[in-house]
């Protein structure tokens, strides 16, 4: 009897993006060796972190390379050296169960991309559970996903990750992919969070802190950006959800501090482009000549 052939497994290639990062790229790195699935390749563009996230990376096993310029930056980097028929997108705070690339290999069979699931770890506190009940019902929000793992031919035909937005990329790589004609399908797979704040007012903290950001992400697609966190989506993903009902309140709650930082980008954003025009027979100074005037003075 002759020998049947096995088809070549298709060879994956795993990009994560690092900057400082030395607190979980270990565990995440060993996730992701950790799969089933062979053959993978794991490719970390680092963006020249001051901690031992590379040293760390490398004694894992994986390929490091260093790029500035944001995360989009870093992605793309990664994504034009790898090797793999198919690309996956792993932030450096997420964990893999050993068959997360397998079960997205058997989901995009005919699509050219597949979303995974990503959810909070639970740090046991009502503050951590809450959060992680956010990340969970947002699961379930088509407008608040995005696929990270892609079909190469189609991540290079859509030109990759924006390069000018430092907040909202995924989300924005997204759109355009469903844009371009792209198919899209959910897998069954799950990452796990390790990032989130544990109190809420981390939470806002952090919110606070990518605020400057937002403003590029929501003003490129303003009535998007607010669609995607209109509280009747929130409230319809949480009917899909197993989440608690006694958290869709504060949930809803987190979900309109967004709507504020997302209208304070807009308003901010237009003031900048409105210019100021001086009264009648007053002269505009700038601020060099302000400074020679009171030097003359």
Same mark, same amino acid.
């Given at each position: ?122 740090? @046991? ?25 892609? %079909? ?6 859509? @030109? ?15 759109? %355009? ?8 399908? #959910? ?22 802190? #990518? ?60 003031? %900048? ?9 007053? %002269? ?14």
């Amino acid at each position: 009897m002759a020998n049947s052939i096995q088809p070549k497994a298709s060879l994956v290639s795993v990009v994560i993006p690092t900057r400082n990062s030395a607190a979980t790229i270990a565990d995440c790195v060993k996730s992701v060796m950790s799969q089933s699935h062979r053959p993978i390749e794991i490719i970390v563009v680092d963006n020249y972190s001051t901690d031992s996230t590379e040293e760390i990376a490398k004694r894992n096993g994986a390929i490091v390379m260093l790029r500035a310029g944001g995360r989009s930056a870093q992605k793309n980097w990664g994504a034009k050296f790898a090797k793999g028929e198919y690309l996956y997108f792993v932030d450096s705070d997420l964990i893999l169960g050993p068959d997360v690339i397998s079960r997205c290999l058997a989901t995009i069979e005919g699509v050219d991309g597949v979303l995974v699931r990503t959810l909070d770890v639970n740090r @046991g506190s009502r503050a951590a559970r809450l959060i992680a009940s956010r990340k969970r019902i947002l699961s379930y929000d088509e407008m608040n996903v995005a696929v990270r793992f892609v %079909r190469k031919e189609a991540f290079d035909r859509l @030109g990759g990750f924006d390069p000018d937005i430092y907040v909202g990329m995924d989300t924005d790589f997204h759109r %355009r992919f469903l844009l371009e004609g792209f198919r899209v399908r #959910y897998s069954s797979a799950t990452e796990w969070h390790l990032g989130s704040p544990l109190t809420v007012r981390g939470w806002l903290k952090r919110n606070l802190y #990518y605020a400057p950001s937002l403003l590029k992400s929501t003003s490129k697609h303003p009535l998007y950006s607010l669609s995607r966190i209109n509280p009747l989506h929130t409230v319809s993903a949480w009917k899909k959800s197993d989440a608690h009902g006694s958290d869709l309140i504060l949930v809803v709650i987190l979900v309109l501090s967004n709507i504020s930082l997302a209208l304070a980008a807009l308003l901010i954003h237009h003031s %900048r482009e409105v210019p100021v025009r001086p009264a009648h027979g007053s %002269r505009r100074i700038d601020p060099v000549n302000a400074d020679e005037l009171k030097e003359g003075t």
